[in-house]
């Protein structure tokens, strides 16, 4: 016979996240302010309580329906990400053995409905899934300006041997 299993508490009674989170991840939510024309969301400002550099360049990145982006990590430069259509499911894993969180995983769904810019610290592996039925639409803003001769750039595949992973 099948007992029932009792959710976990996920957010307290104002609707804070009660996830812990790899040292150093910030998650910055978004602020729309609409009127009758659309939409205006600041995805990222350097009044925002985001550290870091400044931003070194900006990216836009697609991915197609149930595809994944990643795992891929920087070793010189923190990233920001902001989605800006569709849903993206971002899993995080810290590598790095210094880290209080080392080898915490994080696992965030960020959307047009729940607008949020997230730090990504250096040194941990960051992957993107578009969980969503329609192109998924992000930028990219990392610290550093993308070096076309010696990229900042870390990959595993998405099945590796270094951590596992489950996609639901």
């Known amino acids: 016979m099948f007992e029932p299993i009792k959710d976990p508490v996920t957010v307290d009674s104002k609707g804070n996240r009660l996830q812990n989170l790899i040292d150093g991840v910030i998650l910055h939510p978004l602020v729309a302010h609409t009127d009758e024309r659309g ?12 550290p870091g550099g400044p931003v070194g360049g900006v990216t836009l990145v697609t991915i197609r329906p ?20 569709g849903t993206a499911h971002v899993v995080l894993f810290d590598d790095r053995p210094d880290s209080p969180t080392y080898e915490m995983v994080n696992e965030f769904f960020i959307s047009t409905q729940n607008p949020q810019t997230i730090l990504i610290p250096m040194n941990v592996y960051h992957a993107v899934r578009n969980v969503g039925h329609d192109t998924l639409t ?19 595949p998405v099945e590796n041997e270094r951590f596992s992973f489950e996609w639901r």
């Open 138 to 156: 992000f930028i990219d803003m990392p610290e550093i300006a993308y070096n076309h001769a010696d990229p900042d750039k870390y990959r595993l």
């Open 39 to 50: 939409n205006v969301i600041e995805l990222y400002h350097p009044a925002f309580e985001l």
């Open 66 to 85: 149930g595809k994944v982006k990643g795992w891929v990590k920087h070793l010189k430069s923190d990233d920001r990400v902001s989605v800006l259509a």
